[in-house]
């Protein structure tokens, strides 16, 4: 959880290395033990993500990192720069990888099959099989296992053990029993049979080999590291798709002439052409053209928004409808794309608690299953069972005990997870955050922007008796067209979807009050009350009670008139979105209390609050006490969650223990928060607290399967009952189940 004194962070020195040669959990919890060791260093080891993220001290260099990291027996490098708009996206080196590992594993399972047929059914066991056995099982433990053994080798090197170390133990132990057997016993004899049978029978070992354990073991953990990358590979997909959204090429505009160019050349300032069917090359201002742009690869939000000159508009959106003039305002690492990109992977290279828990079990695991099997293999010989019993067991103890599941568990999930909230426009900032969403009980909201629109809008027309509505909207629209004050915006806005607005003469503007104008000939007064009766109109009561509730609703009354009379009332608020209340009832089904939290009077909070469904209300409260409001409500023994999107809201964002912020907002929230809304709907944090919690269970269930598969096989295992080609499968089922159960999570659809 989030502390609740945390302050604004400023990054110390960081970076990001990509790891080589991991090959499980135990091998990213060696590099992350040795780099921690380092004096001013921080590091967290991803292994599903292979890569380490590395805060350090001024007197430490990226050089001295990467000297740990080798002399640790792997690899690190920083990685390159992301690959210039207009190239392919790199992905050649994980497919050349996951493209190996399928070799080894076609070939390993071709050879392996008839080894382990002939070991299973006896009635084909013709003369001399077992050399045949032999023949093709030595390939498969040698060539399949190369991995395996390389990684133990190395390791054995630096003085550690890792899963591998077990993998290579088991089935090389496997391959020399055989050898011995064959070579210098009784197996290698012509008319030699050898029954296939799950439990363990008492013998002198000379007349059995186990190369269908050796092979077995090799292929179904082969399959198993192959559908573990692949996986991996599946899981970072939305993270990769993320990537690769933006444009390739731009049109921009040079001496008035359209000059298509990559779009790495781009510069702030810019100013680029966007066709209908076109992305928009990078964020930017629109300068001309009207259209509607889809952001829903963006923001999930799968309705196009209207954008006209002035506004802005996001790099990799759609253009939807007509021709836009774009002027650049942010390019490259800068744009919303590539920092909600940084977001994600940042949240998947970090570790929930949970996660750290088992990294800490898997790195004391592997010394303890050997010191396990060697006592296993001790006791069988010592009850006088033979060399057989006490070596199969020895071996299913080594082999059951791999716990690249318990490894796989959390990192997984959250790439699955985090990739599926970027699609669906939630950037989780950190894994610690999902711990955090668990707890949380009470929600915060501020109010402008965040439950309602943040911007004026025409809410009703309000005429007296004999004046026709559309008349009184179409006069005092025209006139405050001329005006920029937001109200008058709001009124001109709402006059204008009606139809095209007349032309204004002799416009005035009265400081504070409002505006003056002919309009068709008529010369129009629109503004407050005072305004009108100090020009002279009669203000009819039935317009003063309309005014008097709609301020009494929480609402701006405006008055108009002409010729003498006052017309009517135009109500202007600003309007809660219409999502809103579907996204509070969304909230407390997920049993959190909404609060609504405003610097605007009460009546207007109450207006607000009443209409969407939140019954607890603080208003009129300033920017800079915000804060103390979150922090009295710690205080009550609440878990505050916060949304806003405002500067304003930052510091109570930092203050909560769950800060969401609103994308539409300004960056320093965005900074502030844990969560990222990247559409500004209040339902998305409803998905973002959904999601965050169910990825939470599927990392938690994915470590009680790890670790109750482990606990429930060691003693199986040690007591001789499982022969190690099933426990070899059983262990690469384990982390492939592992994997599956997290990719469960793509399927996560928001309300």
């Avoid at 169910?694 to 790890?706: C, D, E, M, Q, V």
Wanted: net charge negative; proline share 5%.
């Amino acid at each position: 959880m989030t502390s609740p004194t945390r302050p604004l962070q400023v990054a110390p020195n960081q970076i990001e290395l990509a790891i080589g040669g991991m090959t499980c959990a135990s091998c990213a919890a060696r590099i992350e033990k040795k780099l921690n060791r380092m004096d001013g260093v921080t590091a967290t080891v991803n292994y599903a993500t292979e890569k380490a993220t590395v805060s350090y001290a001024d007197d430490v260099t990226p050089d001295d990192l990467i000297a740990t990291v080798e002399k640790t027996g792997y690899t690190a490098v920083v990685p390159p720069p992301p690959a210039p708009a207009g190239a392919e996206p790199a992905a050649a080196e994980p497919v050349d990888e996951l493209r190996g590992l399928r070799t080894r594993l076609w070939v390993s399972l071709v050879l392996a099959v008839p080894v382990i047929v002939l070991a299973m059914v006896p009635a084909w066991q013709f003369d001399y099989w077992q050399w045949l056995s032999l023949t093709l099982a030595a390939p498969v433990v040698v060539y399949g296992g190369l991995p395996f053994h390389r990684a133990a080798w190395i390791n054995l090197r630096h003085g550690a053990a890792t899963m591998d170390t077990l993998v290579s133990l088991g089935t090389l132990a496997a391959l020399g029993w055989s050898l011995w057997a064959l070579f210098l016993g009784d197996a290698g004899m012509p008319g030699m049979t050898h029954p296939f049978s799950l439990d363990i029978v008492r013998s002198d070992g000379a007349g059995n080999i186990y190369l269908e354990a050796a092979a077995g073991v090799t292929v179904f953990i082969l399959a198993g590291r192959y559908f573990e990358a692949r996986s991996k590979r599946t899981a970072g997909a939305a993270l990769r798709a993320l990537l690769e959204l933006g444009a390739r090429d731009v049109a921009v505009l040079r001496d008035g002439v359209e000059t298509r160019v990559p779009v790495d050349q781009l510069a702030v300032g810019d100013r680029f052409v966007v066709r209908p069917g076109e992305k928009v090359a990078t964020d930017g201002v629109v300068d001309e053209g009207t259209s509607a742009v889809d952001a829903s690869m963006l923001t999930g939000e799968s309705v196009p928004v209207e954008v006209g000159p002035g506004d802005t508009v996001v790099g990799a959106t759609v253009n939807a409808g007509g021709r836009l003039v774009v002027t650049a305002t942010r390019v490259g690492g800068d744009t919303q794309l590539a920092q909600m990109a940084r977001l994600v992977e940042q949240a998947q290279t970090g570790k929930a608690a949970v996660q750290r828990l088992a990294d800490r079990i898997s790195g004391v695991f592997v010394p303890i299953v050997i010191a396990l099997a060697a006592a296993t293999l001790g006791w069988w010989l010592g009850t006088g069972a033979g060399p057989t019993a006490a070596f199969t067991a020895a071996v299913a103890v080594l082999i059951i005990a791999c716990p690249c599941a318990l490894g796989l568990a959390t990192p997984t999930a959250l790439l699955v997870g985090t990739g599926r909230g970027a699609q669906l426009g939630i950037l989780i900032k950190g894994p610690e955050v999902l711990e955090s969403t668990r707890q949380v009980d009470t929600v915060v909201l501020d109010k402008t922007g965040t439950v309602t629109t943040g911007r004026m809008t025409l809410v009703d027309v309000l005429p007296a008796d004999g004046t026709d509505a559309a008349e009184l909207l179409r006069l005092a629209g025209a006139l405050e067209a001329a005006s920029e004050h937001p109200i008058a915006q709001a009124v001109a806005a709402g006059a204008a979807e009606a139809g095209p607005l007349a032309p204004v003469t002799g416009f005035a503007n009265v400081e504070g009050l409002g505006v003056t104008g002919r309009v068709d000939g008529r010369e129009v007064i629109v503004g407050r009350p005072r305004l009108l009766r100090e020009r002279g109109l009669d203000v009819p009561e039935g317009v003063e009670r309309a005014a008097a509730d709609a301020e009494a609703a929480g609402r701006t009354a405006v008055l108009a008139g002409w010729d003498g009379q006052v017309r009517g009332v135009l109500a202007v608020a600003d309007a809660v979105k219409p999502t809103s209340a579907a996204a509070i009832a969304g909230l407390r089904a997920l049993g959190l209390t909404p609060v609504l939290l405003t610097g605007d009077n009460a009546t207007v909070a109450r207006s607000v609050a009443a209409e969407v469904g939140i019954d607890e209300v603080i208003a009129e409260v300033l920017p800079a006490d915000k804060v103390d409001v979150v922090k009295r409500l710690q205080g009550q023994g609440r878990t505050v969650a916060m949304v806003g999107d405002g500067v304003n809201d930052a510091a109570a964002l930092a203050q909560a223990d769950l800060g969401l912020a609103m994308g539409t907002g300004t960056d320093v929230a965005i900074e502030a928060s844990d969560l990222t809304l990247v559409r500004g709907d209040l339902t998305a944090a409803v998905d973002a607290i959904r999601l965050s919690r169910r990825t939470l269970a599927i990392i938690k269930g994915n470590l009680f399967w790890a670790f109750a598969y482990n606990v429930a096989a060691l003693p199986l295992a040690a007591a001789g009952l499982l022969n190690p080609m099933i426990a070899g499968a059983a262990m690469a089922f384990s982390s492939v189940f592992v994997v599956a159960n997290s990719l469960r999570l793509r399927r996560f659809r928001g309300v």
